[in-house]
């Protein structure tokens, strides 16, 4: 009864935040909304898809021109995009409740969720990340649900789908292969089954370092934003000097190698660059926010990372799932650390939701496990 009644309070506070949200800001736009809605349109008038590297960006224009076959305008793509969410927002809870095994977890993870604004106005916007988030929350549930690998096949297709959502959403199919990976290297029958299953983590890898270079990064030119010396991506006001004049790489070289010959050239340029980077995509905050904003990320979210990786560190959820989390998070971090940093932290909001599930999972078992102390201690 007192989870029924939980339950409906968050979903009541949910409906409340997007109605508030949608009567006050409607239908939001970014400098990307239009690039997303000119390719829709040629999707929906010639069935034009690119065959360049803008392929990469098909699939949320694909969902765009669906909905505006259908007959849906901006503001009914805003509806479903933010219905979606709360579709995944309830397989979000029972994921939670399904790995935490109490009810703690669920209800405080899915109200750090619904709560948290920085990830939730993302469902009022034409952009990819509400999409994404709620396909990659409805994938993991399908994961944590499955016992066997054949049953686990059933999230590959959203899997494929987020891959295509956006040009780095290949993540969750990499991360698909790790939990693929830990879910074989547990069950090897021998030692020497587990080392043949290490080879697959010495070639994905390098595949995806050549789809990375060949196709996905193409039209980013990495090392521009170090010669910048912007750590956040368009803003001036948190500049990295370098201590010598900065070296380029050839013009004509791939995007990877630049970065190479750029690392080799300026290590510690690249290096303090990169690192403001990593503690920024991590930390969240920014100068420009508010002191409450920031202050309420510190309290939050610092405490949830070091309950995540207690929640990681242990064997009560299944290996391939931790490695599916684990996969996704640093693969965020690595693309953040390297590219740039969203002046608005977007690129952890993508990924937020298992912070917020895991970290959820890590302190309900600490508060249980100290409440049966003190149960015994009394006993």
């Given at each position: 009864m007192y989870e029924r009644r939980a339950q409906v309070m968050l979903a009541l506070a949910w409906l409340a935040l997007h109605t508030v949200l949608f009567s006050i800001h409607g239908v939001r736009h970014t400098s990307d909304s239009e690039s997303y809605l000119t390719?829709?349109?040629?999707?929906?008038?010639?069935?034009?898809?690119?065959a360049d590297y803008r392929l990469k960006y098909a699939g949320y224009p694909t969902f765009l021109a669906l909905l505006f076959k259908i007959g849906f305008g901006l503001k009914g793509i805003v509806v479903v995009q933010t219905l979606l969410s709360?579709?995944?927002?309830?397989?979000f809870y029972k994921a939670t409740r399904l790995?935490?095994?109490?009810?703690?977890?669920?209800?405080?993870?899915?109200?750090?969720?619904?709560?948290?604004?920085?990830?939730?106005?993302?469902?009022?916007?034409?952009?990819?990340?509400?999409?994404?988030?709620?396909?990659?929350?409805?994938?993991?549930?399908?994961?944590?649900?499955?016992?066997?690998?054949?049953?686990?096949?059933?999230?590959?297709?959203?899997?494929?789908?987020?891959?295509?959502?956006r040009p780095n959403g290949f993540i969750a199919v990499v991360a698909y292969l790790g939990y693929l990976f830990f879910g074989a290297y547990t069950a090897a029958p021998s030692p020497r089954a587990k080392v043949i299953l290490v080879l697959p983590v010495i070639l994905v890898p390098l595949a995806t370092l050549l789809l990375v270079d060949q196709y996905?990064?193409?039209?980013?030119?990495?090392?521009?934003?170090?010669?910048?010396?912007?750590?956040?991506?368009?803003?001036?006001g948190l500049l990295i000097s370098a201590d010598k004049q900065v070296l380029m790489p050839l013009a004509d070289a791939s995007p990877l190698t630049k970065l190479y010959l750029f690392v080799h050239d300026n290590p510690t340029y690249f290096f303090r660059m990169s690192g403001w980077r990593f503690f920024l995509f991590w930390g969240n905050v920014k100068p420009y926010f508010s002191v409450l904003h920031n202050l309420v990320v510190v309290v939050v979210l610092y405490p949830l990372y070091f309950f995540t990786g207690a929640a990681m560190l242990k064997g009560r959820i299944r290996l391939p799932l931790r490695a599916f989390v684990a996969f996704l998070l640093l693969q965020q971090?690595?693309?953040?650390?390297?590219?740039?940093?969203?002046?608005?932290?977007?690129?952890?909001?993508?990924?937020?939701?298992f912070v917020f599930m895991f970290g959820s999972v890590g302190l309900s078992w600490l508060l249980l496990k100290q409440a049966a102390r003190k149960q015994h201690a009394i006993a």
């Open positions: 390719y829709a349109a040629a999707i929906l008038d010639n069935f034009h898809f690119a709360g579709i995944a927002t309830i397989y790995l935490a095994g109490n009810v703690f977890a669920p209800l405080l993870a899915t109200f750090l969720l619904i709560g948290w604004y920085d990830l939730q106005m993302y469902h009022a916007f034409i952009l990819t990340e509400s999409l994404y988030i709620s396909l990659l929350l409805l994938a993991f549930y399908l994961l944590v649900k499955a016992r066997t690998v054949r049953q686990s096949l059933w999230a590959l297709p959203l899997l494929l789908v987020v891959a295509l959502v996905l990064l193409q039209e980013f030119d990495i090392v521009q934003t170090y010669a910048k010396g912007e750590v956040i991506f368009g803003y001036k971090a690595f693309i953040t650390t390297v590219t740039s940093e969203d002046p608005i932290g977007r690129f952890l909001m993508s990924v937020i939701a």
